[in-house]
Every structure is written in C-alpha cells, then in structure tokens.
C-alpha cells in the first residue's frame, strides 16, 4: 500500500504539499491512518513539470523522511503540476528503478496498489509491453509494467481508455490463471497538460482510498483566515490517497470505479470500466 | 529509541536472533510494543566476533528490513558473541558513522537512549575524549561520544567504573548547563570476553526496558518440545532492548540503575551509580 | 569491462585475494591495466560458499573502495571457493541487482564483457528464458540474462553444454538481428563443488582476459621466501581477468575458445564452441 | 585532490556546466588530464541560489556520473550563481555529511586540497571554532571545519580577511605541530551575491590549479558561430578547477596566493595572505 498525491494549478512550491501540512506525504509515510500498513518506508519520489519540456523526476530508495536532498529539492522547485509518491514494496526490490513515477517521454505515473499474483502473470504481462518500448523498462514492479501496458493501449492518444485496455487485459490475463480479482488501484498520470487520476479495484472490492480538494474558492470561503489556501488559485487542486488535513468541506472521496481529469476550465469525472485491448 | 540485542553462547548463527524468533530484532524495526516510538528506520549495524582477532562489524542506513546483504551475512555468519542494533534517530544525519555498533580495538558498543540537551552540551563533552582517541571519532552522535568518554575512563581496565565514570560525567556536565536529567540509557557493550550490559536513567526517571533470557537449562524444561531452545548451550544468553518472544518463563526484567555482565561461568549482577571520573 | 576473481582450494580468508596482493582486485578496480576502461566503479559483489548449504551474497552500487562493509566482511569470512567481481557498467543502471555474482540455488554467476546490440535482442533472449524461472529475474544486465539462458539449457545437469548453448542462441539471436559479433565473455561460475571459467568472443575477436594460476607446489618452488604462497594448499588455484601480482612464472593465459573446471584431483581444460540449443 | 566549477552570470541551467561541454565536471570526474588523481568518485555536491532566499544544497556519496537524480536536477534546475563539486577522498568517510559544498545561512563553501597532518591538528582546530556554531558541524572532513574556521573569523562581514585568517590559524596551528606547509588549497565560496575564489598553498608550494573565464563579449569575438558562447551574458563568469574546454583564448590561470571577486560590476583580483586571528 504506497500513498501519492497529485497536484494542479498555480505554481507552488513542492514542499507545500510534501512537507508542510498538517497530513503531509512525509507524515503519512511514517504512520499510516487510513490504512493497515505501519509505514512507506521503502523509497520515494517526486515528478514535476517546469521550464523544459521533460518533466523532472528525482527517485531515491531511503525513507522519504531521511532523503535530505528531497528537502532542499521540495523547498527549492516550484511546479504548477506534480505528483509525489511514498512506497511500501509488496514484495520486488527496493531500488530506485521501482521507485514511483515512472516516465516517458511527457508522461509520468504513479500508482498505489498491486496486480494480484503477480509473480505468476508478469512474464505474460510483460511480453505484451509493445517490444519498441520494452528496453525501456528498468524495474521490476507491477507498477511500471502497468504503466508500459497502458503506453502500449494507447496512452498518449487517448489516456483514459488506454488505462481502461490495460486494466481490462490485466483482469484478463489474471483470468486465464486462475486469479479472480486481479486489480487494485489508484493511479496518477500526467501528460504535463492535466493530471489524470483513476480509482478502481476488480470484482467490486474496495478500492483504495483516493480524494479530491474541493474548489479553491469554495474553500476558502469555509476557511477566510487561512493563509495556505488564501495562496491558491481558484483552479488549484490536490489528489490524494489520503487527506493532507482534517479540517472539514476541504476533501471529497473520489468514488469507486471512477475517473477525474483535472484540467485548465471544469475538471471532469468518468465512470472507469476496464476493457480489453483490442 | 533504538533496540538492541546481544549475544553470548556457543556460536549461532546471527539470523537465529536477528531473523528467526517470534519478535526477531528485524520485526521489532516495523512496529514497536513496548515504546511509543513507530518503528527503527534509520539505519542498522551488527557487530560480531569470529575467528579473527577483531570484531567485524556491518553497518548500513536502510532500514533493516529493506537490506538484503543484512540477510545473508546473517545466514552466513556464526558467532559466539554478538550485538545487533536498529536505530531510531534522535536528530542527527542518517549516516552509517552514526550507526551502531561502535568499534574500537576489540570492543565494540550499542545503546538506546540520549543525552538531553546534547546540542548544548556536545563541544564540552567531545573536548573532554582523550586527544589519542579524537581523531577516531567519525560520527555525530551522542552514542558514540559517550563510548568514547567511556574509552577515555577506563573502558579497557575497568569497564563498568568507565561506564559510571562517564554517565557521571555527562550528569555533570548536564548539570553545569543546567540539564536536569542528562542521561537515559541502555547500553551493550563487549571486548569479546565479556557481554557488558547496563540499564540506567538519571533522576529515577524510568530507563528503557531491558531484558535477559533465563538459564538455557530452566528454559529447556519449560519448553521440552522446542527445537530451538534445544540447541543453546546452557551457558548462552540473550540481553535484549524488548523480548523475542511471548513465551512466559523465558525473560527477566534488568532492574534500572543495575549493570550485568554475562561471562564464562556465573554471571554478575551489579549496581550502577554514576560517578564523577577521578 | 569488468573485471573478477574466482578461488578454489583450502579455505581463506576474502581479504587474501581481494584486497592484499600486489594488484589485488581491488586495485585493479581503481586503475586498469590490461584494458582500456579507466575503473570499475559502478558497484561490486561478491559470493561464496561456507558452511551453510546456500552460496552467501554480498552485493553493493558503491564503488568497491569506498564500501567499509566488504573490507570487514572479507577481513571475516573464510571460504574454500568464492567469486569477487567489480562492476564498470555497459549501460543497465546501477543498481543492487545488476550486480554481479547472481545466484540460482546452489549457483553463482559473474561476467565480464557484453552483448553486442543488446537493447535489440534484450526482448528476444528475455522470452526464452524457462518461465518457471522468469520471475526470478530482478535486474536488466546482459549478464544476468546470460545466466538465466544457462540455467534454462541444462546448468545443473550439464554446466559447459549448458554455457555452450547460452552462446549459440545469443549469437543466433544476433545473427537474425544484423548483429555479428554477439559476444564477448569471461565467465567464471561455480555450484560450490567446480569452479568453471570460460573465456570467448564471437568471430575470432579477440576475448577480454583470463588468467589461472599454476600449480601452488610448482609456484613454491619458485618463490621459495614468499610467505602467502606458502600458505596456499597444492590444489589452490585462483582464475583471474588480470594477474594479481607481476611475479613471472604464477600466472598462465587461459587461451580464447577454451573452458577450465576447477575440481578435487585434475583440472580440465576443454575448447568451447557455441552451440545452438536443441 | 577535488574538482569544482562555480557560475556568476545571467541564469543557467546547472547540466550547461556540469554536464554539457567539452571537459565538463562529470567528465573530469572521471579522468584527471592536470592532475595525478584518477578520478573524483567519492561523492558529490552543488549549490545553487534560487527564488527562495536559502540556497539549495544537493550532495551525495555516489561518483557523480552513477548518480541520475543528479542529470534530473540540473536539467531543471536555471541559477544565477552555483557551485558544484567532485569529491576524492584523502581519508575522511565517503558520506553525504563530507560532501561539499557546505552551508550556513546564505553561504556555501567548497575546497579543493587539504590541511597537511590533518589527524594531528584536527582537536585544535575543532575546537577553535566558535562554540555557537559547533553544533552545526556535521562531518568529518578538513575542508568542512576550514569553512566553519572563516565563519569564526568573521566570513559574514569580510570574506577575504576571514578567509585570510582561516589560513594564518591553521598555518600557525601546524607549526606548532612541527608541520611546515600547512595548506593547500583552493576555494569557492558564495554569499549569493558575490562569488568568492582563492588560490592558496602554504610555504610557496604549487597550489592546485585554477582558472577563470575571459569576459563573454571578448570570447564571442573570439568564436563568433559558437552557440553556447552567444547565450552568455557579458557579466558571466566561470571559475574551474580545471578547463571546461581547449578552446584557447577562453580561460585564463587564476595566480597562485591571489583571490578573486566576481561580482556585478567589475571583478577583482587581490593578493592573498594568510594572517593570524586577532
């Protein structure tokens, strides 16, 4: 169980998110609430979109809280979009090229779940990873393969249902060896244009959770004197596993088997079916 | 807060104790019992003594849980005396120097605990560490000045005088600064012949827990059927931060403000006093 | 070009050959001689076999001469048959599992050299590893791919034929791809009981070296004075990629196109001709 | 014997120095063409003035060409006014604590050389340093207590005397130790709004090389199809360790015994002469 947030709007810096809230990521990676697992102490990273055309990713293996240079980099970079990433390993090694976000090209990903009896899909998985791309993957994570599958289905062309086709093929493969609820997740995504985030778990399970910041300007309405939100502009938006405060009429859940695009103009919500690849 | 354990028996294999019991040392990291601190995260080491006229000592700042080479060199290495730590910082860097077990010459040495005020009272007591000895001192660390005031005192003639000698000397020192209560400490200590253990805290405060196993022998005859208590010679015995199991019979509370030395034939239990060094 | 060390004979300590002759491999780590690549800093590793039934492996990213923990592990551990090997990386990150020696079972595994055109046959030579032993497969070396063909072909069974086969379908492979030269290769491997070492290139080219020493009681003779040799047990014999001393009359050429087995009683000497795998 | 580069001039990205020239850092780290070290593979640092009024400060104990947080960074990351570094180790631990540059406030600091006798002076030159400050040492190194000894002496308020005064003490330090030629070094050092560059070595002795670059409009007329050259502000300036490129007429040797300011306006060039602290 790993834990990210995304976020959208005006350029902040990333420690405002990252380190200085009442929940930060950084909080919530030595002592889970929302969760079973104690911790996400098992590497980190941070992925954001500046002056260049690439977006910047910094990854490293410690603690996120132990990482010194993710300090200084979080104080120091400004971004008007980024996601971050804390880790619990289910299992493949720590080391940085499993460490959250992946990238490509523009794009980078986070997620925050496990393909269920993964050892026994992956060589399947993998061999459907378009052979073009397949030098590209580093790690050993489901996570990334997910992340290539879904470049495979069409990722950069139509995001949402290339996530759709990767979710319906692992669901597939799952079904062919005897694994009945294959999924679960959340996952963050982002072209540099709009932050997609997607909720879902096979069979109906519960998901993880997964949550929204409900608009600036609403918010701060609630809040008049606080001075964080008063920074935001009225486009800003945070996704997160889990809430970064507990101060009420901030957070809305993001509901099961759903999708959000946030983007300059209305933000929209989709329902999420998984489908096979065609 | 740190946990530790030491070891002094027929050679065993680290991983019997570091890895294989009900509450190894490695699953006391992820989750604490008896202390309110969350886990042991912040670097690890094991220092041990073999064939070779020094100890060896392997030290590393991922948490222990996450370090492959831990594992194997516990699967490797047998030893008839050992002593294991998982660090908890108190503030100062993540770095394998500030890690335990500290080693000079033939002893090596682990606590759990601090000096309050360090930061005001570090330059005075790193001034008073033998000149001979500065120069070895790698770390930052509270733990490591307070083994070698302890060196400076007398560790090598006298042990347990040294280690009163400096607790009280860092009792005076906080003093002189106007600290009340200086010290809270367990600490494991051992110049291959004998395993040093002391539990103290200044000012009657409650000192981190310490335990010690019982008599092999006794054990045995609680537990016939258990294959692993079968093998310990009745001489070993385990000094231990917390317990590393629940099995009633097997662990005894070290009072506070007493030192016990484990060794070939009786052991010894003494009072510790801090005193002021001569 | 990496560079590596393999020992059989009575056991030693690791610290003998690693780090105190003349050029031990330490020191070639820092400066070739024999080759054109500067060092070998991009990580180390190094396996052997003891008393428990499974090789032990201690592997790590930092350059050999800065990591403290292998200079107390080889300073400690004594072993009869062992593999050290440093790392210069062709391109695959540097990272705890593109370290070298790799391990199946009772096996170990390290390599110096490439495949040539590597991120295009990576695909193709990944697919015909044994399913059964694809999910074993942490990291993104040529190398540890290599080792997986092997294991594939028959190691266990037949340990040159296997090798042999693992040569014939990477250069197959390459040879359906445009690529002529597949291969360049020292191995040096070993199930605790041989040690075998083999050196080859594809097409004649010229193969990176490989050195054996020769008969402990004939290099005795020679070096009457020299304490170390008169340690050494008649059978010791230590394969090598470069000499670790400039003594003439110790170090022998292992001629390209050939394997050695290292064994209780004779050693042998075989050529090594790739073969496609049936 | 260290490398290191600093920048004064219209923003950059750091990757235009450190990575993308001719004879960039990373290269230099590498392979010494003016020295007799091998290369610089213990660890690594820059330091960069940015939008928020503390300078970023990112280090780490890989060699600087293994590290790819790194590449990220300074692809991202635009500077008026940096300093970056490339560490080999003359004996002090290779730890994120001993990389340059160094911080306090709004300075940072790097050093190429070390103090003659290092291990014989270091308790008194530790324990000069002023006792507020003491604290905020966190490694081991000469170079680090070099800084917190100017800092003693008044860096804020007058760079270059302080600097001057650092040497006179530990000059007039070692020779009450019986070393002759206590120092040898060269310097960066940066306030934000100046860069501050010191060529020194004690007793008369070839001091480690330094360099500067010409003026921007000068080098243009020199190179007019030059495109690097044709972004770079009139006022900007490099100072190097060694040449980042062959291109004559680009770089200029820096005196030994000289410091430089490079600064809005015109630059100076000052003798340098060590003095005792009043």
Chains 1, 2, 3, 4 share one sequence.
Do not use: K
Not at 20 to 25: C, D, F, Q, Y
Not at 87 to 107: E, I
Not at 173 to 188: D, S, Y
């Amino acid at each position: 169980m790993c834990r990210w947030l995304g976020y959208f709007g005006d350029p902040i810096r990333l420690d405002e998110l990252v380190y200085n809230t009442e929940h930060s990521l950084l909080e919530q990676s030595r002592a889970a609430r929302l969760t079973t697992h104690l911790m996400n102490a098992d590497g980190f990273g941070v992925g954001w979109y500046g002056t260049s055309g690439t977006p910047g990713v910094y990854r490293n293996v410690l603690p996120a809280w132990n990482d010194r240079n993710l300090r200084e980099l979080c104080a120091q970079i400004q971004s008007p979009l980024f996601l971050a990433h804390v880790r619990a390993s289910t299992g493949t090694p720590v080391q940085q090229t499993n460490c959250h976000p992946f990238r490509h090209g523009s794009w980078i990903f986070v997620h925050n779940g496990f393909i269920e009896g993964y050892e026994l899909l992956r060589r399947e998985l993998v061999l459907a990873i378009d052979p073009e791309l397949f030098a590209q993957v580093e790690g050993t994570t489901d996570s990334e393969v997910m992340f290539f599958l879904a470049l495979t289905f069409g990722l950069a062309d139509e995001p949402l249902t290339a996530l759709e086709r990767m979710a319906g093929f692992v669901e597939a493969t799952g079904a062919r060896h005897g694994v009945e609820h294959a999924l679960q997740m959340t996952i963050g995504a982002s072209d540099g244009e709009r932050l997609y985030a997607v909720r879902y778990a096979s069979g109906g399970v519960e998901a993880n959770s997964l949550f929204v910041s409900n608009d600036a300007s609403d918010v701060r309405q609630l809040y008049p004197e606080n001075e964080r939100l008063g920074h935001l502009s009225d486009e800003a938006r945070a996704v997160v596993s889990e809430p970064l405060s507990d101060l009420p009429g901030i957070w809305r859940e993001v509901p099961s088997s759903s999708a959000l695009i946030v983007q300059p103009g209305a933000d929209e919500e989709l329902p999420f079916s998984p489908r096979e690849p065609s």
